[in-house]
């Protein structure tokens, strides 16, 4: 078992470190400050680290909570993470990222992963921001770089729709996003989303730019099942939704004309689409007389006027949190 005090023996010299992909368990007599506070100083002196990978989890400590309030230990000279371009975060404890992360500078990065590890709980612990507090504050305050990302994955995390559309809009530069079940708020059948990110042919008036004008390839979850309280998201909103951004980002990319615009559609996955959907549908395990391929024709049938390769459905047979991020995003 992996512990605090183990950093002390990683025989690596800190600033040859280019990836770092850790577990860690907090267990025993380990405190969880203390843990998280071990990784951060680690990384505090890693500053050619490039990727890092940290997955942290309790065992047999149920109801761990690590409180807003936390105060953390500066070193007494500090390395800026000036290098690190992609951080992948999975938590599975009552926490907070602002939290976690907080004092700590990312000025590079481009790619950031939030998930709730473990097991598939009713309601996840892990949040972006501590409950009440004020999204938009809280992000300038503990996580500026947020506000450059090109990519942003979100996986299980504890967030209201109402925040979810204030981070979007606060990720203006955002190419790629990933959107995996959020219980609590919904957000993987949300109205509300999809409403959000689709462009309104209406309001398609000269110098009008929807939520994200970058993003080139979003990735979405849905379990597609009936249930008393929802009803899966009609195949027509989603056809919506990409229709309406295939068709913008084509246009944009017409009139744009330039070099920068077909840079970033190469660095967004997607040589020659201005944009493209990755769908994912869960089985329900309650019915065997599922038909994946029906709905995968389905939602194909409703997409034929769009070019081949502007929408990819795929199955999971279940809810997989940590899971990757899908192939091809």
Known sequence: MFTPADFTNIPVPHHHLETLDLVMEVCGNNSLRDTVQSWRSFMHSCGNLGVANI????WQRWGEKLDDGAIWD????????????????????DASAS??????DFPALELLHLGCKGILRTTPAFS????GADLAETIERDMPYVTKLTTLSLSGLKIRKEDLRTLLCLTQCLERLCVFEMCGSMVLESADLVSFLSVDEHKSEEGFSPPLPRLRVLALYSRQQES????????SAYANLVRSRYMWMKE???TAGSES????GLQAGSTSLPFKFIFTVQKPKSNEEYDYEAIKESMENVFQDLPHGVLRVNFA?????NAPLPEGF
Request: charge should be positive; proline fraction near 9%.
């Open 128 to 131: 972006l921001v501590p409950r």
């Open 317 to 321: 047979s279940e809810l997989e949190r």
């Open 261 to 264: 615009a077909t840079k970033s």
């Open 74 to 93: 500066s070193p007494s000279v500090l390395t800026p993470a000036t290098s690190l371009t992609e951080l992948t975060l999975k938590i599975g404890f």
């Open 99 to 104: 939290t976690l992360l907080r004092g700590m």
């Open 55 to 58: 997955e942290l989890d309790v």
């Open 252 to 254: 944009s990319r017409a």
């Open 228 to 235: 008393e309280i929802n009803k899966p998201m009609p195949h």
